[in-house]
């Protein structure tokens, strides 16, 4: 096993295939997945999607103009959610290839992890595999993190490719194209330029090093600053983010999503859709989560030199969760699909520490049982997808005290003909919230209905 191991690791013509094999197996019962949730306002009942004249009509006007491209092609098409369930499964293939990528080239950069020829890609497997991707890979509207993240990571592999090589086209070009394009399907990717500079500071390089290669890409954050700044859509959407809460609150909030989303990565027996989180507005009560941000931060400086696979990961974890979302909250505090980019560097610094604790048989035993555990937590996730009842059953096991997933829970009894079970979910949803509106309305609709 050894021995096959490390020939796996060193040649591209076996690992390529294991790795198509990896996604397939996983995410081959999401095929059968339905629209679900906001798959209907974005994609079914949006016109402006369902025409190449309306998506072009619309890019003047809305936002995530490139994400829509996708959503038009896979619509025209017209495979229905299959179709685009196809598109999702193929982005998340092209990820997987990307973390391997990165991974071989974040390995080359330190001696110690250099005998460890499998590490790139048991990573890129267990990216490949890990339940918690399933929202942004089998909730079709979930594409904008997974689409995103791929021009994102190909922009980061253009910028480190350009580094080895010394290729200016590479560094001005095509890294900064990349981000552009991954900026026209996610506002999210305004953090690439300091992903950037963390692959510098944690691979040898140095600041003043950095900034002189990564100039262009600064520069087009800049631009992207001002082009957001000055687009109503976009303005209007920051000036509502802005009035959410406080700064502190904000904070505080981004700590309790921040625990939360960890926890859901490590231990991800509990993948909710809708989680049950609440915007805070101060410290109170997170003591707990307040200590594990702390914690992890001390972690994240101590290994610096002896273990920077463990900073990396951290900081490219810090850098993705924080900064954004306190200057600009969300109202749905955390999604899982929110972990989609944060997974390759968590997933190498946790197989390289293994790596390092265990005997090379050991080790890859260990690491085939858990791609084993988390493949098997894949499909079963998948399942939930099957109907929208199916998801929002699991959703209320898990957010009960939440009135938004009784009511969803409910819509989908509504629209499967059940109408008892639809009344139930809403009568428990007003009497979580009795100004949920939605809940109401639906309850009149369904009595109306019944006359």
């Not at 038009?72 to 229905?80: A, E, I, N, Y």
């Not at 290729?167 to 990717?189: D, I, Q």
């Amino acid at each position: 096993m050894a021995v096959w191991s490390v020939q796996l690791g060193r040649s591209r013509w076996f690992a390529a295939p294991l790795l198509l094999f990896a996604v397939c197996l996983a995410y081959a019962n999401a095929l059968w997945g339905v629209f679900q949730f906001d798959d209907y306002n974005v994609i079914v009942n949006n016109p402006r999607i369902h025409s190449w004249a309306a998506w072009w009509a619309d890019t003047g006007h809305g936002i995530r103009p490139l994400l829509k491209f996708t959503y038009t092609l896979d619509w025209t098409l017209g495979l229905g959610a299959p179709g685009f369930h196809l598109t999702n499964i193929f982005i998340h293939l092209c990820n997987v290839y990307l973390v391997w990528a990165l991974s071989r080239r974040f390995v080359a950069h330190h001696a110690q992890l250099q005998t460890q020829a499998a590490l790139p890609w048991l990573a890129a497997l267990l990216f490949a595999v890990h339940p918690i991707h399933t929202e942004a890979v089998t909730y079709i509207c979930g594409r904008s993190s997974a689409l995103m993240t791929l021009l994102y990571l190909a922009g980061l592999l253009a910028y480190v490719a350009g580094r080895a090589q010394g290729n200016r086209w590479f560094l001005h070009a095509v890294a900064p194209l990349c981000m552009l394009l991954a900026l026209a399907v996610k506002e999210t990717a305004v953090t690439f330029p300091l992903a950037l500079l963390l692959w510098e500071l944690y691979n040898g390089g140095s600041l003043k090093t950095a900034l002189r290669q990564q100039w262009s890409s600064w520069l087009l954050l800049l631009l992207a600053a001002i082009f957001f700044l000055l687009h109503g859509a976009y303005q209007s959407q920051m000036e509502t983010s802005a009035g959410l809460n406080s700064l502190q609150g904000n904070l505080a909030t981004q700590v309790l999503a921040f625990s939360y989303l960890l926890r859901q990565w490590l231990l991800p027996l509990w993948l909710n859709i809708d989680p049950d989180l609440r915007v805070v507005h101060d410290f109170s009560g997170l003591l707990p989560q307040v200590m594990v941000l702390a914690a992890i931060f001390i972690l994240m400086l101590l290994p610096l030199r002896r273990r920077p696979w463990i900073s990396f990961a951290l900081a490219w974890a810090m850098l993705q969760l924080l900064p954004l979302y306190l200057l600009l909250p969300r109202l749905d505090v955390a999604n899982e699909r929110q972990m989609y980019l944060l997974g390759w560097p968590l997933a190498l610094a946790l197989l390289a520490e293994l790596s390092l604790w265990l005997r090379h048989r050991m080790f890859i035993t260990a690491a085939a049982l858990l791609l084993l555990v988390l493949t098997s937590l894949t499909v079963m996730r998948n399942q939930d997808y099957r109907s929208e009842v199916a998801l929002w059953q699991a959703t209320v096991k898990l957010s009960p005290d939440k009135a938004r997933a009784h009511n969803n829970l409910g819509y989908a009894y509504m629209l499967a003909g059940r109408a008892g079970a639809a009344r139930a979910e809403f009568v428990t949803a007003l009497q979580l919230d009795p100004e949920y509106y939605q809940a109401r309305f639906n309850l009149l609709r369904l009595e109306q209905e019944a006359r």
